[in-house]
């Protein structure tokens, strides 16, 4: 029971294997995924207050693996709903990209359990090598080759980070001869004032700092977005994010409480670099894929803001704000994917007039780009304000200043896009034909954003106690 949803999507990726094998079982596959990713939500609930080791204690089992499991299968559920057509994916590769989202889903939900160096790893490449598969599998539409740009960078700008990983573990492992979490944690408080224990745990981190493109591990994220079809682009620009939450949390308590103040000045340094680079590169954008991967990073900064505490209650702050991120990106690809007819990239004037043309739609994007930008109710103020709080208390103030002016930079331009979608008319633009689920989905999205800004007293406690059984 301890291992179920993971037991349950291994068998699941078996299966969508052996639908691979035919011809025309492209919604076959697509079900079949829903299904796995529903059963695995329900697993991961009812396994949530389980404690427990597995794997000769490589593989921990606890509140707080379980909370990111849970996340990790909601957003493979939305992802599934609203892109169900998979527009932009050839049918013949549909069963294949179904299989490669399911195994990149396991891989993070093993990545969040894993509390031994080699596990950790092979859990990684097990989710990061799906994505890089999923990339160019988009429609060759007009003979552009902007996909197969896109693998080849991300690809690239992967190894490189992996690589860069591996020599911060070495580092680590040469310094305390052992690879386990739980054995780590002590000698690395002893050792963490010392600069290689530094290197090395800034090393460690870069691999996570580029699936949560963190300035300078970001270069990846535009061509990338713009590239891949717009629902591998929804899946790539949040469901991995929370596993590389997950680990950097981990990571960061090598050497909290005390002793990690090069760590703290590194991750403010990097907080702050992201989210003016994300802002400022945002504001000129004109495809809105391209817009939100720049402010994802700038989003990324903000999540550094709470691990820089070094407290539980900074890292459940930021475990509450990536999980709103989640759900506020997801909204806006949502959208994205509806608007875009053929599956083709949607630019911001595309969204002209669209409420009237799918009024649904266009209160989706309204609640998912306010929330981004972070005005109240929504999950995007309140996250915000508690992290620039948390930090605050610490001291940090100048951070907060800067954080709090990058605040208002993105207002412009997330709000430019609302203005587009209600303020301007949709000339000869047709209507967005609008299906049940996609109502549904959209109506389940805004009252979670909601719930989230103005109800995050149990979220975060909740999150607190998750954080503080990994201590």
Not at 1 to 20: K, N, T
Not at 41 to 59: H, R
Not at 310 to 336: H, P, Q, R
Not at 444 to 459: E, H, R, S
């Amino acid at each position: 029971m301890l291992f179920a949803p993971e037991l349950l999507m291994l068998i699941g990726s078996l299966v969508l294997f052996c639908l691979c094998l035919g011809q025309g079982k492209e919604n076959l596959a697509r079900y079949a995924s829903l299904v796995l990713a529903i059963a695995s939500c329900f697993l991961s609930l009812a396994t949530l207050q389980m404690n427990d080791n597995l794997f000769y204690d490589a593989y921990r089992i606890d509140m707080f693996s379980q909370l990111f499991k849970l996340a990790i299968s909601i957003g493979l559920v939305i992802v599934l709903l609203f892109s169900g057509e998979l527009k932009g994916v050839d049918d013949r590769l549909r069963p294949e990209y179904f299989l490669f989202m399911v195994l990149s889903t396991l891989g993070l939900m093993m990545l969040v359990s894993s509390v031994e160096l080699l596990t950790l790893f092979i859990a990684l490449e097990l989710s990061s090598y799906s994505l890089y598969l999923m990339v160019p599998m988009r429609d060759d539409h007009g003979g552009m080759k902007m996909q197969m740009e896109a693998a080849i960078k991300y690809i690239l700008f992967g190894v490189v980070a992996t690589g860069t990983m591996l020599y911060g573990m070495s580092f680590i492992f040469g310094m305390t001869g052992t690879t386990y979490f739980s054995e780590l944690v002590p000698k690395m408080h002893e050792l963490a004032t010392t600069p290689t224990a530094m290197l090395a745990i800034a090393l460690f981190m870069s691999g996570f700092f580029y699936k949560l493109a963190v300035f300078p591990f970001h270069f990846w994220v535009p061509d990338v977005y713009q590239g891949a079809s717009n629902a591998t682009t929804a899946f790539i620009a949040s469901v991995p994010k929370l596993g590389a939450v997950a680990i950097l949390i981990r990571i960061t308590t090598l050497v909290a409480p005390t002793g990690g103040e090069a760590v703290v000045n590194m991750l403010m340094i990097l907080a702050v670099c992201s989210m003016f680079y994300g802002n400022l590169s945002a504001l000129v954008q004109k495809d809105i894929k391209r817009m939100l991967g720049f402010s994802g990073i700038s989003h990324a900064g903000f999540v550094l803001l709470g691990l820089l505490t070094l407290k539980d209650t900074g890292y459940a702050t930021s475990m509450y704000y990536i999980a709103g991120y989640v759900f506020m990106n997801l909204a806006c690809f949502l959208v994205i994917c509806k608007v875009s007819k053929n599956g083709e990239n949607v630019s911001i004037d595309d969204m002209s007039g669209l409420y009237k043309r799918a009024p649904i739609l266009a209160l989706t994007l309204l609640v998912g780009m306010m929330a981004l930008a972070g005005i109240p109710p929504f999950v995007g103020f309140m996250g915000k304000f508690m992290l620039l709080t948390g930090a605050l208390r610490d001291g940090h103030l100048a951070l907060v200043i800067l954080a709090a002016l990058n605040t208002a930079i993105a207002i412009y331009y997330y709000l430019s896009v609302v203005r587009v979608a209600f303020c301007s008319p949709p000339e000869d633009r047709p209507d967005v034909p609008v299906d049940l689920a996609t109502r549904c989905v959209s109506i389940a999205l805004i009252a979670v954003i909601i719930f989230m800004g103005v109800a995050p007293k149990q979220l975060l406690a909740v999150a607190e106690t998750a954080v503080r059984n990994i201590f």
